[in-house]
């Protein structure tokens, strides 16, 4: 697809790009490479000074967008009700004018919880059956970052967040929606914008599409061919028990599904990837040789190192209680679990009931949800320790656990670092600096 077929989007309108972090870096790239806007802006609370380009900053940055024919949002942004609807009408994401573009088959993959593991694996497979295919959207590429490569041929797997669907009027050809737990409520309104913004990724497909969808999930609005999938449940079209997968009707055995993945919840992506990759013209036979190869994505259920006989996992990806809950149950023995960060105000009444079971001996609470979370445990058996910083919980965890520490903090990162990752590689280095 050429760039050209966007200069109808863009030609003589007012733009502004609101947020200029890596997709809002992007648009400018692309709105500067077709050069017939009326006039470029970038909206954003840091002050900024790009030659050719109206800088509007402040805490008023995000009203002031409201003037302009063209909003381009970028992930992120906190919107809530700061605009009237008649603004909101105006935003247009990447994700939405790929999907309105429609250059290449599209399979969008979104949840609260597996979508960049479950859109990996639906890469990897398509990619060994020899399909033309790429990795796009959340995952760290920006949807239209790719856009002359893809053809009728391609087919682009699309990681989709909330916020790249909350203003989506468009959906993909076949549609993945793997959860939704309660997540990033300091974005919306409420849980049930929050949720309404991920099954946007279903609502416009058409007739000939397919929707992938967890079955406690249904009803969702479509006219997609809906494909139920379930962890349990085995009257769903594609279901697990956690270890062997039932797939449109085929016994897939657990000896045939040899993957690095940890976890029964991970079988649950698996299984939902392949039915994907199916839909998509993969071979399944294909992609379970496949599955051997595929290699665990970093900060999820990562094994960092042993050290005096104590392993120590990295799952720094963990933001909400049910992600906890799954890591601990992902192996055979979890003496110290590392649990805190930003207060979001989630509930973490299930979190509570969880550890009251006993299965974790020690449970080391980080800030700022910690005193939340340690009102919840009241099962005496369990040792519950606070620590000030990561510093300080690497340290305690080094002399409490005898078999395996796992740092799941079922909270958000951000006040302490600036995203999981960065979490995630400064646990890394402690446990690595642990002395033996």
Not at 402 to 417: D, I, M, Q, T
């Amino acid at each position: 697809m050429n760039y050209e077929e966007l200069k109808t989007v863009f030609s003589g309108k007012r733009v502004v790009i609101l947020g200029f972090g890596r997709e809002g870096k992007s648009w400018l790239e692309i709105l500067q490479r077709l050069n017939v806007c009326g006039e470029i802006a970038v909206a954003d609370m840091n002050t900024l000074d790009i030659p050719n380009v109206t800088a509007i900053s402040g805490e008023d940055y995000l009203e002031k967008c409201a003037e302009y024919d063209i909003i381009l949002q970028s992930p992120g942004v906190i919107i809530k009700n700061r605009l009237s609807d008649s603004a909101k009408a105006k935003i247009l994401t990447q994700t939405d004018l790929l999907l309105r573009l429609h250059p290449c088959k599209i399979v969008g993959i979104t949840g609260t919880k597996g979508k960049s593991t479950t859109s990996t694996l639906i890469y990897h497979f398509l990619k060994a059956n020899g399909i033309k295919t790429m990795l796009i959207g959340n995952i760290g590429v920006p949807p239209l970052k790719r856009l002359e490569e893809m053809d009728k041929d391609t087919v682009a797997v699309l990681e989709m967040s909330c916020h790249q669907l909350e203003f989506a009027r468009h959906s993909p050809d076949i549609s993945v929606l793997l959860n939704i737990f309660p997540e990033h409520l300091d974005h919306y309104v409420d849980f049930s914008a929050y949720a309404n913004a991920k099954r946007n990724i279903a609502r416009f497909q058409n007739k000939d599409g397919f929707l992938i969808v967890n079955k406690e999930l249904l009803p969702t609005e479509t006219k997609a061919n809906v494909i139920t999938a379930s962890f349990g449940d085995k009257t769903a079209d594609v279901s697990t028990d956690g270890e062997s997968i039932s797939l449109f009707g085929q016994c897939i055995p657990k000896d045939r599904i040899q993957t690095s993945l940890c976890g029964k919840h991970n079988v649950y992506n698996i299984a939902v990837a392949l039915a994907a990759a199916v839909k998509a013209g993969a071979d399944i036979n294909k992609c379970l040789d496949a599955l051997k190869s595929f290699e665990p994505l970093e900060h999820r259920l990562e094994r960092v190192a042993v050290i005096n006989g104590v392993e120590y996992i990295n799952d720094s990806i963990s933001t909400v209680p049910e992600a906890a809950i799954a890591a601990v149950k992902a192996f055979d023995g979890v003496d110290c679990l590392i649990l805190g960060g930003m207060d979001r105000g989630i509930s973490y009444d299930i979190l509570g009931e969880f550890l009251n079971g006993g299965d974790v001996a020690n449970v080391i609470l980080l800030p700022d949800t910690s005193a939340r979370i340690a009102k919840l445990i009241t099962n005496k058996s369990v040792n519950v320790v606070f620590a000030e910083n990561m510093e300080k919980a690497v340290e305690l965890s080094a002399k409490l656990a005898k078999k395996r520490v796992v740092l799941s903090p079922a909270a958000a990162s951000y006040g302490f670092y600036k995203n999981f990752e960065e979490r995630g590689k400064h646990f890394k280095q402690l446990v690595n600096m642990i002395q033996e």
